[in-house]
């Protein structure tokens, strides 16, 4: 089973529209980590969470943590054709740095 | 800046072949990782080492192997290839690494194919 659980898989929204991607985790949190990959590239850092209630804005992206829930919400205000791309959320579970990721959600913006 | 560099970008092997996956990281960073993403999978551990000379298993470490003599380097050696190997290899790296709170650097990635 996935330890961490993103939602929606994919996501298809019209050029300013606002949206959130959900990511749930079925163990404890040691730190919650948002990520965006472009085809063909790596992964580059967006944002990362450690307390619960933390949230964190970068440009348009916003990310919460509640850790009671072990859940983390990333929101885009007024979306653009740039922020398309897969969004994944990863975990650190323990003091070693191993992060596990979600299976990431597929975010397409059209003009 | 180069960062995290993963060589090749593309690899075609035949079934039973073998190869190194190379990377190579400049920031002197203690811990560094290797992924596998899958297509809808999302990202899992193949392996990961805390520094030279340590390494240690991740999630699905079958089939793999690796070795971390320096702390710039950490080799991915596949021995027998297979079709399930066929996926994309992402290498990371991190300064401490843990405690949730340091994130990590990733490499572009190696698409390879094992026909």
């Known amino acids: 089973s996935q330890e961490l659980e993103q939602s929606p898989q994919s996501l298809i929204v019209q050029e300013g529209k606002n949206l959130t991607i959900n990511c749930t985790s079925s163990?404890?949190?040691?730190?919650l980590y948002w990520y965006k990959q472009k085809y063909g590239e790596g992964l580059i850092f967006l944002m990362m969470l450690q307390k619960g209630g933390e949230e964190k804005s970068h440009e348009k992206i916003t990310a919460k943590l509640d850790e009671k829930k072990q859940q983390s919400s990333l929101h885009i205000t007024a979306s653009q054709p740039s922020h398309a791309g897969i969004y994944l959320c990863g975990a650190d579970r323990s003091t070693l740095g191993r992060l596990y990721f979600g299976r990431g959600t597929q975010l397409t913006v059209w003009p | 800046n180069a960062g995290v560099t993963q060589t090749p970008k593309f690899r075609i092997l035949k079934i039973g072949q073998s190869m190194t996956l190379q990377c190579t990281q400049d920031m002197n960073h203690n811990y560094m990782y290797w992924y596998r993403q899958d297509p809808g999978m999302g990202l899992k551990l193949i392996y990961y080492?805390?520094?030279?000379?340590?390494?240690d298993k991740g999630e699905v470490p079958n089939g793999y192997n690796v070795s971390r003599s320096t702390t710039e380097d950490f080799p991915l050696r596949l021995e027998l290839a297979a079709p399930s190997q066929t996926s994309v290899y992402f290498c990371?790296?991190?300064?401490?690494?843990?405690?949730?709170?340091?994130?990590?650097?990733f490499g572009s990635g190696t698409q390879l194919s094992v026909l």
């Open positions: 163990k404890t949190l040691y730190g």
């Open positions: 990371a790296s991190s300064s401490t690494g843990g405690g949730g709170n340091e994130k990590l650097f």
């Open positions: 080492s805390v520094g030279a000379g340590i390494t």
